[in-house]
T-cell receptor, first 113, second 118 residues
Framework: AQTVTQSQPEMSVQEAETVTLSCTYD???????LFWYKQPPSRQMILVIR??????QNATENRFSVNFQKAAKSFSLKISDSQLGDAAMYFC??????????FGTGTRLQVTL | GAVVSQHPSWVICKSGTSVKIECRSL??????MFWYRQFPKQSLMLMAT?????????EQGVEKDKFLINHASLTLSTLTVTSAHPEDSSFYIC??????????????FGDGTRLSIL
């Protein structure tokens, strides 16, 4: 069984500042993949970033980067230079060989002026 | 690329009605599509995995006869909520994975369907 835990129900960040969203996971598989999805009020699920477990290098996508700690089973998301449009629910997700996504409970990010 | 279209986006109907939701991959083929349900302020819960040309695989606790899934082609999967009741009201989202790719390929999501049963 796979589990994904997001311990921060809500986070707040000022515009232009940096924020880190936490995620821990558990899986018995050796080959798996991790994702961060963003869900704005429109409720569309938007892929933010992904990480292959076999890669040691942390993934980056413009202002978004991850801190992947495989031994600790931790996969946090860092958003730099936060923008108002970053306000959304952020879901951490895990998939293994069965290709089924397991989602965390989400973190609601508020961006303030 | 990798656009998933879901229709309708919002449906309101009377109790006892059956409702069909369509999920289409517009610019890629998807042998596997997924159906999720999301309650307000909660995460996505996988309901079933839809496989082209074969029966869907349902998650534990999901009623197969209540939620009928058909995946007749490589670009279309449908979810039919049969004899819907108010407790079936929810937000339903589909996703699709590009055909032939491994698990590292992300799922591409539709925009979701808000179902309200009166």
């Amino acid at each position: 069984a796979q589990t994904v835990t997001q311990s921060q129900p809500e986070m707040s960040v000022q515009e232009a500042e940096t924020v880190t969203l936490s995620c821990t996971y558990d899986t018995s598989e050796s080959d798996y993949y991790l994702f961060w999805y963003k869900q704005p009020p429109s409720r569309q699920m938007i892929l933010v970033i992904r990480q292959e477990a076999y890669k040691q290098q942390n993934a980056t996508e413009n202002r978004f980067s991850v801190n992947f700690q495989k031994a600790a089973k931790s996969f946090s998301l860092k958003i730099s230079d936060s923008q108002l449009g970053d306000a959304a629910m952020y879901f951490c997700a895990l998939t293994g060989t069965a290709s089924k996504l397991t989602f965390g409970t989400g973190t609601r990010l508020q961006v303030t002026l | 690329g990798a656009v998933v279209s879901q229709h309708p986006s919002w449906v309101i109907c009377k109790s006892g009605t059956s409702v069909k939701i369509e999920c289409r991959s517009l610019d890629f083929q998807a042998t596997t599509m997924f159906w999720y349900r999301q309650f307000p302020k909660q995460s996505l819960m996988l309901m079933a995995t839809s496989n082209e040309g074969s029966k869907a695989t349902y998650e534990q606790g999901v009623e197969k006869d209540k939620f009928l899934i058909n995946h007749a082609s490589l670009t279309l999967s449908t979810l039919t909520v049969t004899s819907a009741h108010p407790e079936d009201s929810s937000f339903y989202i589909c996703s699709a994975r590009v055909r032939g790719r491994g698990g590292n390929q992300p799922q591409h999501f539709g925009d979701g369907t808000r179902l309200s049963i009166l």
